[in-house]
């Protein structure tokens, strides 16, 4: 059965960090792509961070670029998104996703998907 499990969300501060994890399992963690998104109320699902298969390219929105760090344990089948200098408008749930091999930016090209966890920045 293919499962990704998120954890780690919670309430922040202005400023504060979180570190994000998707465990994955039931399928070849190896040969996929593992995508960070994240929906807010009201808002369209978008990209926020993506690391391939081996972990050799990664990719961020601009809107992240420089305050978000994605990276993958295959040995333990987790993808990390630590998240530093949260603002509020980072709030949303945050979702992982799989895709084969390399990353995609269509939200529509990623086969698995994780349940979310809940992400809430505020003072």
């Known amino acids: 059965q293919v499962q990704l499990v998120e954890s780690g969300g919670g309430l922040v501060q202005p400023g504060g960090s979180l570190r994000l994890s998707c465990v994955a399992s039931?399928?070849?963690?190896?040969?996929?792509?593992i995508g960070w998104f994240r929906q807010a109320p009201g808002k369209e699902r978008e990209g926020v961070s993506c690391?391939?298969?081996?972990?050799?390219?990664?990719y961020y929105s601009d809107s992240v670029k420089g305050r978000f760090t994605i990276a993958r344990d295959n040995a333990k089948s987790t993808v990390y998104l630590q998240m530093n200098s949260l603002k509020p408008e980072d709030a949303a749930v945050y979702y992982c996703?799989?895709?084969?091999?390399?990353?995609?930016?269509?939200?529509?090209?990623?086969?698995?998907w994780g349940r979310g966890t809940q992400v809430t920045v505020s003072s």
């Open positions: 690391i391939s298969n081996s972990g050799i390219s990664t």
């Open positions: 039931g399928f070849r963690r190896d040969r996929y792509a």
């Open positions: 996703a799989a895709v084969w091999a390399f990353c995609r930016t269509a939200v529509a090209e990623y086969t698995y």
